[in-house]
């Protein structure tokens, strides 16, 4: 079974700052990673899937890299509705979480 | 649009089974490559993946959890259907559906979530 990982585990950004989260897996899983942003109370939000694509209606600030086992999620300048927690997920396994919050 | 919306008990009792229903619209269960899954976060933790179900009645499960687990659709009434045997405290959770895109893993519309707590 593929683990992911995900670090930093709590990240502190000022905005307008860019903000810059890793995703790692245990074994090679090509472009096949998505990721997805959660605030408090509201179910989550796919950002990107295939490593790169960004879904409908997400801003062009979110870019996704990386294939194999080694994934990047870039916001290029933190605006104030992006502070919350960000997963990773390839196919039946999520990430445990990046939480963005504010410097 | 695509809209999915969970419903169950939000209180079931140790050792019991868990139904949980997902009640979809805007699109069928019978369109190739289209499916539905599962997901559940307990409080404060993060996402965790349980099950997802095909238009071609392809089931997948979380392998930790895969002896409790049981994921079936209902075509014509736009639903499908998540039963968790033997409930524990540790299934204190929200659980959501959601719809993954066609051929990809990833959800890009998910419901609301339901809490569920298990308790005595």
């Known amino acids: 079974e593929i683990v992911m990982t995900q670090s930093p585990a709590t990240l502190s950004v000022s905005p307008g700052e860019r903000a810059t989260l890793s995703c790692r897996a245990s074994?090679?899983?090509?472009?096949?990673l998505a990721w997805y942003q959660q605030k408090p109370g509201q179910a989550p939000r796919l950002l990107i899937y295939?490593?790169?694509t960004r879904a409908t209606g997400i801003p062009a600030r979110f870019s996704g890299s990386g294939s194999g086992t080694e994934f990047t999620l870039t916001i290029s300048s933190l605006q104030s509705e992006d502070f919350a927690v960000y997963y990773c997920?390839?196919?039946?396994?999520f990430g445990p979480g990046t939480k963005v919050d504010i410097k | 649009q695509i809209t999915l919306k969970e419903s169950g008990p939000t209180l079931v009792k140790p050792t019991q089974t868990l139904t949980l229903t997902c009640t979809f619209s805007?699109?069928?269960?019978?369109?190739?490559?289209?499916?539905v899954g599962w997901i559940r976060q307990p409080p404060g933790k993060a996402l965790e993946w349980l099950a997802l179900?095909?238009?071609?009645?392809?089931?997948r499960y979380s392998p930790s959890l895969k002896s409790r687990l049981t994921i079936t659709k209902d075509t014509s009434k736009n639903q499908v259907v998540l039963t968790m045997t033997n409930m524990d405290p540790v299934d204190t959770a929200t659980y959501y559906c959601?719809?993954?895109?066609?051929?990809?893993?990833?959800?890009?519309?998910w419901g609301q979530g339901t809490m569920v707590t298990v308790s005595s």
């Open positions: 959601a719809h993954p895109i066609v051929a990809t893993d990833a959800f890009d519309i």
């Open positions: 805007g699109f069928s269960l019978s369109t190739s490559g289209v499916g």
């Open positions: 179900i095909y238009w071609d009645d392809d089931k």
């Open positions: 074994q090679s899983v090509s472009s096949n």
């Open positions: 295939g490593a790169s």
């Open positions: 997920q390839h196919r039946g396994t």
